[in-house]
């Protein structure tokens, strides 16, 4: 059974996302997504073609879009009602070949043979009860498969927002665990340990931890319209975790 926080943060995904938002990081995400996310998240799954692949939480369906580009054979899980519908969309115009099946990850129904890999990008740290999701994925991947998933960094977690503020990044909460609440949904802090650890006990081989700053040369880009923009040169917003399950 899901759990009732859980519920809670789906609700708040399904109520709080608009199409507009949809539409506009269908193709290849947000800025952040383009730039620090996409990259290495595919180098980390390498070539995918072939490849039967599960995208964990996979929202509106980009990145699910992008490997089924690089001809991986992919099945997407997404629990809520507004993004699953539009990833249903997007897959009866471009006919991919995509699967988009609406399931909390928490209880992921069966979905077939087991996956080369499972790619679980910006998810985890959205779910409240977020341990059974990690284990699902762990378990929906073949022997000697991979696990990779991706996570606002969980030491700078608000960089932009106390960059802005302060011109530095501060943080003064790093070890407890508790709520962020977003313009969109919550985030939920919990140190890099717990994720680690819990990998560790579903007996998972760690293959790589990247942390990636953002190009200086794509920040000078966009510098005049945010000068906060260096935070993300000088620190990594985001955590990138490659997993071999066991044989």
């Known amino acids: 059974m899901t759990s009732r926080a859980n519920e809670i943060a789906i609700d708040q995904w399904n109520t709080s996302t608009t199409r507009e938002a949809m539409e506009t990081t269908a193709q290849e995400g947000d800025f952040a997504k383009r730039h620090l996310v996409n990259p290495t998240l595919l180098r980390m799954l390498g070539d995918v073609r072939g490849r039967r692949l599960l995208d964990a939480g996979c929202g509106n369906g980009y990145v699910s879009r992008i490997l089924a580009g690089q001809g991986a054979q ?38 077939g043979a087991p996956f080369d890999a499972v790619v679980c990008s910006m998810v985890l740290m959205a779910i409240p009860d977020w341990k059974p ?42 070890l407890e665990e508790y709520e962020i609440v977003g313009a969109v949904a919550s985030d939920f802090h919990r140190p890099l ?11 998972c081989r760690l293959r790589e931890v990247a942390e990636p700053g953002l190009d200086s040369a794509v920040a000078a880009e966009v510098r005049s319209a945010l000068p906060e923009i260096d935070g993300y040169v000088r620190l990594p ?11």
């Open 193 to 203: 340990s717990a994720y680690l650890n819990e990998l560790a006990s579903l007996g």
């Open 237 to 247: 917003n985001f955590l990138f975790v490659s997993a071999e399950v066991p044989a």
């Open 74 to 111: 992919v099945v997407g899980v997404e629990p809520t009602d507004v993004m699953c519908a539009f990833a249903r969309e997007r897959e009866v115009e471009l006919r991919q070949g995509i699967t988009y099946v609406q399931a909390d990850l928490t209880r992921l129904p069966d979905l």
């Open 133 to 174: 999701a990690m284990r699902a994925c762990v378990e929906a991947v073949r022997p000697g498969g991979l696990f990779v998933f991706a996570l606002v960094h969980p030491a700078f977690e608000q960089l932009l927002s106390t960059w802005q503020k302060h011109g530095e990044y501060r943080l003064q909460r790093y």
